[in-house]
């Protein structure tokens, strides 16, 4: 029953979608509280929901099936009756089309998308006439089930809002979880706190706390590792388990020879005198001869997740310890396809990259469902420097997944190389403080160039320079430029190996962050 001493909350069915924990994070960064569960779930699942909050709405999340599909996720059409305002947002709302008679057809939309905004009542209130959006789907409704009011549309998408006024379900074909929707935070705002009148009365757990009892709870008076990369993630993981274990810990950095230049050695400068046991295990001939010859994306991301546990477990036994902690966060673990539903896009390391078989009691991981500004708050607070919170992220299995087909010693040589300079000349700029990433890639195409009055066959290099806020989504960065032909010039001068530099403009979606 719902109480005063509750807070007002959300419920978020689960379909699949790659953006559904992003859902559940605007609704709090609204601070109202909110809890997922999977799609399957049934009423009583939901109302059970009111023993931890007073459920005041309902939203479904995206997701890479569809609705005419055999095998197709479906609804407990209970749910619809439940009394409170329902949200379907993208798979949602042609879910709900499809269950009342709605007609959907195959029209595909990608990217940002005009909407125009026929009738801006309800979670359209307060809108233009023309909405820049987010659409990422296959199906379309063309034609609104009876009984429902269409409210927006797309020059693909006849129907790409509509809504049920009389039961107060809602739908958007577009993504307003996702920053690419100029005004979606203002429409998931009317929906939470204008249609479902749920009241901001929720306020986190302070999450150092929370996470440095998760781990004293598993733990208990044993010993860990922390895999400590040097990265943002590890790096937080690693403050927060040094609070909570104390001198039970201990820090293993592997220096698997996928590293950027001099990467290792930085580790190992910023974390020596952190009161942490921190050791440095040279790893680079086992990784390098695992990795001989390969060039599938998803083998090289399991041969060296599989690789890090044996290093890690061999020092685990050396240690006494029992659990690996890990830094984690829910990108990697949307991405890796581990929740109900979602799609694999490309296997973490240190999630789906994981053996089934491992020697430690349990794998911790105190940072799983934050994004990485979260994490960089949290390594704030922690006092780590400002340097470490805010470097750029650099992927688990390193610059192999940033070399396109077999990984070598020269190739990884060029790379480092590459990359060096891409960062130097960027980090020269004020432009750099927007960034997320920036890097050089090593394509597996070659192409002819003319060095020295030569003909030269060389390296094709591809810099990429993003902005984000938490990975899910990114845009390619309009670099100034000036500095793109710096970069190309040092890197086609410095190198003699590289004949052509390219820069990437794709966006994610439609392409990953990284390449591989």
């Not at 230049?261 to 009161?275: I, L, P, Q, T």
């Not at 390098?288 to 041969?303: A, C, F, Q, T």
């Not at 480092?416 to 020269?428: F, G, H, L, P, T």
């Amino acid at each position: 029953m719902a109480t005063k001493d509750l807070p007002d909350g959300i419920a978020i069915l689960d379909f699949g979608g790659q953006y559904c924990h992003l859902i559940a994070r605007r609704v709090r960064e609204l601070n109202v509280y909110s809890e997922i569960l999977p799609s399957d779930a049934q009423r009583a699942d939901i109302e059970a929901l009111n023993s931890v909050m007073n459920l005041k709405g309902i939203i479904f999340s995206g997701s890479p099936s569809s609705v005419k599909a055999q095998d197709a996720l479906t609804l407990d059409p209970e749910i619809l009756e439940m009394g409170v305002p329902v949200l379907g947002l993208c798979y949602g709302l042609q879910l709900l089309a499809n269950m009342h008679g709605g007609r959907l057809e195959k029209a595909r939309e990608y990217g940002v998308t005009k909407a125009y905004i026929d009738e801006p009542i309800g979670i359209l209130e307060g809108l233009t006439s023309c909405e820049m959006v987010w659409m990422s789907h296959g199906d379309t409704v063309f034609e609104a089930p009876p009984g429902w009011k269409p409210l927006a549309r797309t020059d693909r998408a006849p129907v790409a809002a509509m809504v049920h006024e009389e039961k107060q379900v809602w739908g958007l074909q577009w993504h307003p979880e996702v920053v690419h929707t100029e005004h979606g935070k203002e429409m998931l705002s009317n929906f939470v706190l204008k249609v479902c009148k749920a009241e901001p009365n929720w306020r986190p757990l302070d999450a150092v706390e929370e996470a440095v009892e998760k781990i004293n709870s598993i733990v208990g008076d044993g010993r860990a590792i922390i895999a400590l990369s040097g990265g943002v993630d590890s790096s937080v993981a690693a403050a927060l388990a040094a609070r909570a274990l104390g001198g039970r810990l201990m820090a293993v950095h592997v220096d698997q020879g996928l590293m950027r230049m001099n990467e290792s050695a930085g580790v190992y400068e910023a974390f020596k005198d952190r009161g942490l046991k921190l050791e440095v295990v040279d790893a680079k001939k086992r990784f390098l001869e695992r990795l001989e010859g390969n060039i599938e994306p998803e083998l090289k991301r399991k041969i060296i997740g599989e690789e890090f546990i044996r290093v890690f477990e061999e020092k685990a036994r050396e240690f006494n310890a029992d659990y690996l902690i890990q830094g984690t966060i829910y990108p990697d673990r949307i991405e890796s396809g581990l929740t109900k539903n979602s799609d694999t896009i490309k296997t973490h390391h240190n999630v789906g990259g994981l053996p089934s078989t491992m020697e430690f009691k349990q794998v911790i991981d105190p940072l799983e469902d934050l994004y990485k500004d979260e994490v960089r708050g949290l390594g704030e607070r922690l006092g780590l420097p400002k340097e470490l919170v805010w470097r750029q992220p650099f992927p688990g299995p390193g610059l192999a997944v940033r070399i396109v087909g077999p990984v070598t010693e020269e190739k990884l040589e060029v790379l480092r190389r590459a990359d060096a300079i891409v960062v130097e000349e960027v980090e020269k700029h004020e432009f750099s403080d927007g960034l997320w990433q920036y890097f050089a890639v090593l394509t597996d195409t070659k192409s002819t160039g003319v060095k020295g009055d030569e003909r030269a066959y060389g390296y094709t290099v591809a810099v990429r320079i993003v902005e984000s806020i938490d990975a899910m989504t990114a845009n390619f960065s309009f670099a100034p430029w000036e500095v793109l032909e710096r970069i190309s010039n040092r890197i086609g001068n410095e190198i003699t190996s590289v004949t052509r530099i390219v820069y990437d403009i794709t966006h994610k979606p439609p392409s990953t962050i990284e390449w591989e």
